[in-house]
Nanobody, 125 residues
């Protein structure tokens, strides 16, 4: 059974940092692309960042320069370092895994096969 479990969310003041982690089990993690999506209240979910099995990376425009996605295949974990957080970053953040072609880098929600339940990130002004 595949499981993705996020951790590291919480409440932080604007300008602060959080590091989210995604622990994967039940799959050969190194073969999967991984991504972080977020959904704010009343808004559609959106891609934050994605990393292929070969560590090719994509960032949404709002994440560039502030967020860093990474993965540790030996530990079956992924992470999202978020710096200079803004109130607009408040959302539920979810990690997802995609079993696409080798080294593919999906950027659409529908291309991801497995999802974690999400972790709340709240940024106060």
């Amino acid at each position: 059974q595949v499981q993705l479990v996020e951790s590291g969310g919480g409440l932080v003041q604007a300008g602060g940092s959080l590091r989210l982690a995604c622990a994967a089990s039940g799959l050969t993690f190194s073969r999967y692309a991984m991504a972080w999506f977020r959904q704010a209240p009343g808004k559609e979910d959106e891609l934050v960042a994605a990393i292929s099995s070969g560590a090719v990376i994509y960032y949404a425009e709002f994440a560039k320069g502030r967020f860093t996605i990474s993965r540790d295949n030996a530990k079956n974990t992924g992470s999202l370092q978020m710096n200079s957080l803004k109130p607009d970053d408040t959302a539920v953040y979810s990690c997802a895994a995609s079993r696409g072609p080798p080294d593919s880098l999906p950027i659409r929600r529908g291309e991801y096969d497995y999802w974690g339940p999400g972790t709340q990130v709240t940024v106060s002004s």
